[in-house]
T-cell receptor
Framework: DQQVKQNSPSLSVQEGRISILNCDYT??????FLWYKKYPAEGPTFLIS?????DKNEDGRFTVFLNKSAKHLSLHIVPSQPGDSAVYFC?????????????FGGGTRLMVKP | DVKVTQSSRYLVKRTGEKVFLECVQD?????MFWYRQDPGLGLRLIYF???????EKGDIPEGYSVSREKKERFSLILESASTNQTSMYLC?????????????FGPGTRLTVL
């Protein structure tokens, strides 16, 4: 049973438009959420994170929104660029987990068309 | 910059062979992790280690073992490789600082078991 789900396996967006990637979770103990970006043949790289005490965190073109009551978070990329084309993974952790275990979603492949 | 390196980018093995995947990190991190990435399933945790000679099972430890004899090195062992272990294997490390949950990933090893 997946505790973190990304229901859209792929998303296609025109360059310059907004990309919205969604993530749902079921475990109410999760208190920290991260987004990773992965290019083919490379390891995932950290993109942005949010603590459960916040509902929004912004870093340049990237904004993560957290809706705790709905157990939902989303990543907004504005404006989208062709270099953003990658697989995006949502991840969650609970502070009392030993060793900072992260639970990952299945990923969403974003394609930004020029 | 944290650097996590993995011994091989691509590996082809035969069913029944013993396989060693090596991971080295250069930032004196306490915690190290092994994941496998499969399409639609995201990253799933195989094993992690929070100290030298310490190991904990993740979500899918069956068919795998690990070794951490030195702080900077974490090895994943497939005692008898099977075709269902064909996957992308990713190593990660983490500082152990509670307030900073980002894990740093290596480039991955694409393992094919024939």
């Amino acid at each position: 049973d997946q505790q973190v789900k990304q229901n859209s396996p792929s998303l296609s967006v025109q360059e310059g438009r907004i990309s919205i990637l969604n993530c749902d979770y079921t475990n109410s103990m999760f208190d920290y959420f991260l987004w990773y970006k992965k290019y083919p043949a490379e390891g995932p790289t950290f993109l942005i994170s949010i603590s459960s005490i916040k509902d929004k965190n912004e870093d340049g073109r990237f904004t993560v929104f957290l809706n705790k009551s709905a157990k939902h978070l989303s990543l907004h990329i504005v404006p989208s660029q062709p270099g953003d084309s990658a697989v995006y993974f949502c991840a969650a952790s609970a502070r009392n987990n030993a060793g900072n275990m992260l639970t990952f979603g299945g990923g969403t492949r974003l394609m930004v068309k020029p | 910059d944290v650097k996590v390196t993995q011994s091989s980018r691509y590996l082809v093995k035969r069913t029944g062979e013993k396989v060693f995947l090596e991971c080295v990190q250069d930032m004196d991190h306490e915690n190290m992790f092994w994941y496998r990435q499969d399409p639609g399933l995201g990253l799933r945790l195989i094993y992690f280690s929070y100290d030298v000679k310490m190991k904990e099972k993740g979500d899918i430890p069956e068919g795998y073992s690990v070794s951490r004899e030195k702080k900077e090195r974490f090895s994943l062992i497939l005692e008898s490789a099977s075709t269902n272990q064909t996957s992308m294997y990713l190593c990660a490390s983490w500082t152990g600082q509670d307030s900073y949950n980002e894990q740093f990933f290596g480039p991955g090893t694409r393992l094919t078991v024939l």
